[in-house]
């Protein structure tokens, strides 16, 4: 493990980024205490702009957790939709308690199963967020390429792997999120860039 | 001096970014030859992927340079344009020698004097960048931020200011970046994040 941000910068932007939102915080204090990864409140953020400046008909996460990155989406929409998926039943009852105490249960959609097969039913997709198995990126990609809107963007999450990306020896999921790297900006019709933001977020705007 | 990203971090993404455009990698070469700042190519990136996702009408930079930042805004511009602006005709006469080689002339204003001034003069700003004297930053938006568009984007570079902004001793103008961080994450009608992305870059979304 390397680190990516300078721990003191990151906690500078950090405490500058109190979410205002109840609801947020207590996510946030569930992932911090059970250790469940989140994409924290600086991502979280990054991803509300994103979706601000789209203004997307349909969002779907690839990997939803209990919620929180969905969350986010959900609050910046205005009359699109989330899927949220995951393989866990518990975790998304838990984002659907969320979801409803923050007033935002009638924009999202919540399937429990393999993410990349319920999202390959989805046309159009406008934002897909992929946050589940390092080793199922690229072919998530693959698969659903073609079901993303012209103009619409992939999120990933985790795209420098706890920095261990630049190291010598890759661990199987470490090698795998490198091809996904690659293989992101190899693409002729996508336009990428990774942000070395907490883990590392790539974002990837479909040109044609 | 604190460093923001492991710099080996920073290297691979850097160059896994390599621009297929060699107007940009000679402006880069320019820009690290001469010392001259520019945003760089992971920045670069950002600002076309931001710029494609809100198809901006009207870009306005304050502090252009020779026109990097610049050059890539115009690239992912369909129908609006983009003003230039820098206190010296020298860098703007460059600025305009790369966008001639670029056919991206026909979507920029060259207008060289005082930043903030010659912004004033325009409304509906989609996106305004800001790069210019750091102690300026915080004037710069209380004097716009009418002026720029509901919806619209702010982009701030230097927002960290080479890590200094956790440093206990500030000088003049880390205190001033500091001051304009906590204003802009202050501001009702704007939400706002850092990126922990070379040297610090605010997006901020003009809500209402």
Redesign the interface.
């Known amino acids: 493990m390397?680190?990516?941000?300078?721990p003191?910068?990151?906690?500078?932007?950090y405490n500058?980024?109190v979410p205002r939102d109840p609801i947020l915080l207590e996510m946030e204090e569930i992932g911090h205490e059970t250790g469940f990864p989140i994409v924290d409140r600086?991502v979280g953020?990054?991803l509300?702009?994103?979706s601000?400046?789209?203004d997307p008909k349909l969002i779907v996460e690839l990997g939803s957790g209990f919620g929180y990155s969905g969350y986010w989406f959900a609050k910046a929409l205005d009359k699109g939709k989330i899927v949220l998926t995951d393989l866990s039943p518990e975790n998304l009852n838990l984002a659907k308690k969320f979801f409803t105490a923050g007033n935002l249960l009638e924009k999202a959609e919540f399937k429990v199963g393999e993410a990349v097969e319920i999202a390959s039913m989805y046309k159009n997709i406008d934002i897909l967020f992929i946050d589940i198995q390092k080793t199922k990126y690229k072919k998530a990609v693959e698969t659903l390429k073609e079901n993303l809107s012209i103009?619409g963007?992939i999120i990933a999450d985790n795209t420098?792997w706890k920095?261990k990306?630049?190291e010598k020896n890759l661990d199987k999921q470490t090698k795998a999120i490198k091809e996904f790297?690659?293989y992101m900006?190899s693409l002729e019709n996508f336009?990428?860039?990774?942000?070395?933001?907490r883990d590392g977020v790539l974002?990837s705007?479909k040109?044609k």
Do not use: A, H, M, Q
């Open positions: 390397n680190f990516i941000t300078n003191d910068i990151e906690s500078y932007i500058l980024s600086i953020r990054l509300y702009i994103l601000k400046i789209k103009g963007i420098l920095g990306v630049i790297n690659e900006f336009f990428s860039v990774i942000l070395p933001v974002v705007y040109i």
